[in-house]
Each structure stands twice: as C-alpha cells, then as structure tokens.
C-alpha cells in the first residue's frame, strides 16, 4: 500500500498499531521506527460496488476480480486474439444491407404560385403590436 504521507510503497508489518481510521484513511504506527503511516483503505462496499458498476453491468468477468471469480471458481484461460479474430471473420461473412433509394421531397408550394405576402410570424407580430395600442 502507498502511504499518502511519505509516498512509499510499504507493507503494513503485523506489530503496527492502528491509531485512527476514519474515512476510509487508516493511521499507523511502525513499532520498528516509531513512523506514522495512513493509507487509505478500500472499503468492501465500494470495491463491490465498482464490480457491479464495471464487470457486472457490463457483462464482462476480469481475470483477478475477487467478485467475478470467487475462491472456488477458477477463471477461465483465455488465448489472446482467438474470440477477436473469430469475430471479426464471421462479421467479413456477413452479407452488406442494401440501402433503400429515398426519393427526394415534393415541394409544399409550386414555384409558379404566389409565396403569401404575411408568414405566420409576421402575422403574429402585428397581433401584438395591435394588442398594445
């Protein structure tokens, strides 16, 4: 574990003496040196909830997660590239969709007619501007 004070990587030696924990922090002391070491502490809720969050949900198993292989369900043997290749040989397989022709939009207005001399919004507008005389 690193310690969040003097960075280090340490090993907490069984004579230590846990003086605080408190917020997922610990504070320690080492009887061979008389140092005050805190590392943090992973909490077992929230390391479960993190497999929940990244393997469970997601319907991965990672090789080394305590949650996705417990102690008497060894993981699997995994060869890499074997699933990577064979997938992407059977997608190659696969035959393309065929887009289908989508045929252009019919104008709403015939360019020989008239465009109205009042859209909407202008029409809106001069309600308004009645309204408040």
């Known amino acids: 574990m690193i310690c969040r004070i003097c960075g280090r990587d340490l090993e907490i030696p069984k004579s230590a003496i846990l003086l605080r ?15 005050v070491h805190v590392f943090r502490i992973a909490k077992h809720g929230a390391v479960r909830s993190a497999h929940t969050r990244w393997h469970q949900d997601r319907g991965i198993k990672k090789q080394g997660c305590k949650f996705c292989f417990p102690e008497s369900e060894p993981g699997p ?21 065929q887009q289908p022709e989508i045929p252009a939009p019919e104008p709403l207005l015939e360019p020989d007619q008239d465009q109205p001399s009042e859209t909407a919004m202008s029409h809106a507008f001069g309600q308004i501007k009645r309204f408040k005389q």
């Not at 924990?21 to 140092?35: K, P, V």
């Not at 043997?77 to 969709?97: D, K, M």
């Open 21 to 35: 924990q408190r917020s997922g922090n610990a504070l320690y002391q080492f009887q061979e040196d008389h140092q």
């Open 77 to 97: 043997i995994q060869v890499p590239g074997s699933i990577e290749q064979e997938v992407v040989t059977i997608l190659a397989e696969l035959p393309q969709p």
